[in-house]
T-cell receptor, first 111, second 111 residues
Framework: EAGVTQSPTHLIKTRGQQATLRCSPI?????VYWYQQALGLGLQFLLW???????NRGNFPPRFSGRQFPNYSSELNVNALELEDSALYLC??????????FGPGTRLTVL | GQQVMQIPQYQHVQEGEDFTTYCNSS?????IQWYKQRPGGHPVFLIQ?????EVKKQKRLTFQFGEAKKNSSLHITATQTTDVGTYFC???????????FGKGTKLSVKP
């Protein structure tokens, strides 16, 4: 069974640009979660999607947004990039209420 | 809002010594999960505890869930170099709510 996949692996942008990160969940999983992990820090919850709907949102500004598609894959968009947005962005999928399976992450660098 | 505190932030041990990380929630949890993230890797699910006072073992790892379902601990007996990584607890407030991760305990093991 294929695990959670994320693309791209690495992304380099400059301040003010927009970044789009993609996630494909494990087949059958309807929930997708996005986390930001800055260097040396823990997992900061960004967004939770389930069945195409945004279920919860972490304490991040509105320029962090996303969506979940009918096939349950998901996209995270970060507008007006700032230097402090540089981090590893992790996507996880699960059956609702169960353990989360994480993807390898997208390393975003903002110059 | 719900908060999950985890201590210590760092722990350095000599190989063969024991290790414990503690997790405390500001609210009663429906369940708690533990994850391990190896250096350069992504978090991997270890276990879920659901019942008050529950204790589960995985080889040298012992997980406990407090009677009040507001705290938990992970104890590793006789650490090995393969135990190196960051251990995260993650609490769920309601049965369908998103997980709130602690900041993690980074374990280093000196051979």
């Amino acid at each position: 069974e294929a695990g959670v996949t994320q693309s791209p692996t690495h992304l380099i942008k400059t301040r003010g640009q927009q970044a789009t990160l993609r996630c494909s969940p494990i087949s059958g999983h309807t929930s997708v979660y996005w986390y930001q992990q800055a260097l040396g820090l823990g997992l900061q919850f960004l967004l939770w999607y389930d069945e195409g709907e945004e279920r919860n949102r972490g304490n991040f500004p509105p320029r962090f947004s996303g969506r979940q598609f009918p096939n349950y894959s998901s996209e995270l968009n970060v507008n007006a990039l700032e230097l402090e947005d540089s981090a590893l962005y992790l996507c996880a999928s699960s059956l609702t209420g169960h353990e989360q399976f994480f993807g390898p992450g997208t390393r975003l660098t903002v110059l | 809002g719900q908060q999950v505190m985890q201590i210590p932030q760092y722990q350095h041990v000599q190989e063969g010594e024991d290790f414990t990380t503690y997790c405390n929630s500001s609210t009663t949890l429906s369940n708690i999960q533990w994850y391990k993230q190896r250096p350069g890797g992504h978090p991997v699910f270890l276990i879920q505890l659901v019942k008050s006072g529950e204790v589960k073992k995985q080889k040298r790892l012992t997980f406990q869930f407090g009677e009040a379902k507001k705290n938990s601990s992970l104890h590793i007996t006789a650490t090995q170099t393969t135990d190196v990584g960051t251990y995260f607890c993650a609490g769920r407030g309601g049965s369908q709510g998103n997980l709130i991760f602690g900041k993690g305990t980074k374990l280093s093991v000196k051979p």
